[in-house]
């Protein structure tokens, strides 16, 4: 069965650092590639995406992800991150075969010190 | 901007009773969904529907079922809540095609079963 794995359950950084969350995918076939982002209080909305191309792909507010194919891995990254980056964040896989179904991580809460 | 909207951002029932939460988009999009979300466990898939009257079984369909007989509208029935049902019930929008699995969420129904 197709599963989507994020390493890190909860991230705790200081206003400034730089941020790397994990998402693995395990699937062989052609896929489309979605972190989405939960602020508190807020509906889930898309932060970025991959359909195909240019594997690095830069979404809202100064993120982006790199696909690495070969790793089954859609890492999303910033490079200095602000309080109001608070939120909990979703990978997201999208399999061809699956017509237009998505599977979900389980979510990443990530808490900024000021 | 698509628009999703659902019927109440928050509910209480008394367990037995009978649930319907309902979903609207205003975008004319084919495909819709319905997810609960619990902490920990992301987002799971209950129903889902293709076109109107058109419905499949997500991940968790037991204990819901769903209606869609106009393309704007999709509706989560609890035949009988049940207190693990108590959670977030999020709908979902999206287009198919190339544009597969990037989904608009509407704001979510929290749902207290007692």
């Known amino acids: 069965a197709q599963s989507v794995s994020q390493h890190n359950h909860h991230v705790i950084l200081s206003e400034a650092a730089s941020l790397e969350l994990g998402c693995n995918y395990s699937?062989?076939?052609?896929?489309?590639l979605f972190w989405y982002v939960q602020y508190p209080g807020q509906h889930l909305q898309l932060l970025l995406k991959y359909f195909s191309g240019d594997p690095l792909v830069k979404g809202i507010k100064g993120f982006e992800a790199e696909f690495i194919k070969s790793k089954f891995s859609f890492n999303l990254r910033k490079p200095s991150v602000q309080w109001s980056d608070t939120a909990e964040y979703f990978c997201?896989?999208?399999?061809?075969?699956?017509?237009?179904?998505?599977?979900f991580g389980s979510g990443t809460r990530l808490s900024i010190r000021p | 901007d698509v628009k999703v909207t659902q019927s109440s951002r928050y509910l209480v029932k008394r367990t037995g009773e009978k649930v319907f939460l309902e979903c609207v988009q205003d975008m004319d999009h084919e495909n819709m969904f319905w997810y609960r979300q619990d902490p920990g466990l992301g987002l799971r898939l209950i129903y889902f529907?293709?076109?109107?009257?058109?419905?499949e079984k997500g991940d968790i369909p037991e204990g819901y079922s769903v209606s869609r007989e106009k393309k704007e509208r999709f509706s989560l029935i609890l035949e009988s809540a049940s207190t693990n049902q108590t959670s977030m019930y999020l709908c979902?929008?999206?287009?198919?095609?190339?544009?597969?699995?990037?989904?608009?969420f509407g704001p979510g129904t929290r749902l207290t079963v007692t």
């Open positions: 979902a929008s999206s287009l198919g095609g190339g544009q597969r699995g990037e989904q608009y």
């Open positions: 997201a896989v999208n399999a061809y075969s699956s017509a237009s179904k998505i599977i």
């Open positions: 699937y062989g076939g052609t896929v489309n």
């Open positions: 529907s293709y076109d109107v009257k058109m419905k």
